[in-house]
């Protein structure tokens, strides 16, 4: 059985790991804001499933219901990819809190159906500029079992993003992503 000791220099050394690879981010650290996100994510479509109204509310229970069993999934399958790849996953709530980028919004719950979808685009829109940023850090450090799972959570957003977007009678990326003109 460890120490207490033992317990708290191994706790104050991944703190410091921690705090380096934040500075300067590493695949894992980038991870760590991924599935960080994902919490913030099973709470902000719990309130969309609690709280959507309007005609359309008894279909988007169903989706809201599926994202949440989605992301469920993910939250437990990203964890055990950073465990892997001997990186510490984010397993406190003050960590979840630290590390999130998505932001919450206790006043969407009074928005109508339209307003609530489009929040969830937008969503999974800044996901994955984080896993993107994941996907090229896991490639530069030789992590091919990381980056392959961070594609196809690229994927599956993607395409959430395209069926939200589909309610609200939208292409997939329409009012989601800048075109920049002058890129040739």
């Known amino acids: 059985?460890?120490?207490?000791?033992?317990?708290e220099a191994k706790y104050q050394a991944e703190v410091k790991q921690a705090d380096l690879d934040h500075h300067k981010p590493t695949?894992?650290?980038?991870?760590?804001h991924i599935l960080a996100n994902l919490w913030v994510l099973d709470v902000k479509f719990h309130q969309a499933l609690w709280f959507v109204h309007g005609p359309q509310s008894y279909?988007?229970?169903?989706?809201?219901?599926?994202?949440?069993a989605a992301n469920r999934k993910q939250i437990d399958e990203l964890g055990?990819?950073?465990?892997?790849?001997n990186e510490f996953p984010p397993a406190t709530v003050d960590e979840y809190v630290r590390y999130a980028k998505i932001a919450e919004e206790p006043r969407l719950k009074y928005e109508d159906a339209a307003q609530v979808i489009d929040a969830t685009a937008h969503d999974f829109t800044t996901a994955n500029m984080f896993i993107d940023r994941a996907i090229k850090l896991a490639e530069r450090e030789s992590r091919p079992a990381m980056a392959a799972f961070?594609?196809?959570?690229?994927?599956?957003?993607?395409?959430?993003?395209?069926k939200l977007q589909a309610f609200l009678g939208k292409t997939a990326w329409e009012g989601l992503v800048e075109i920049?003109?002058?890129?040739d």
């Open 1 to 7: 059985m460890p120490t207490k000791e033992a317990i």
């Open 80 to 85: 055990g990819v950073l465990l892997d790849e």
């Open 150 to 162: 961070l594609t196809g959570l690229r994927g599956y957003n993607n395409q959430q993003v395209r």
């Open 180 to 183: 920049d003109d002058d890129e």
């Open 27 to 32: 695949a894992g650290a980038m991870t760590g």
């Open 59 to 68: 279909q988007l229970q169903q989706v809201y219901t599926d994202l949440i």
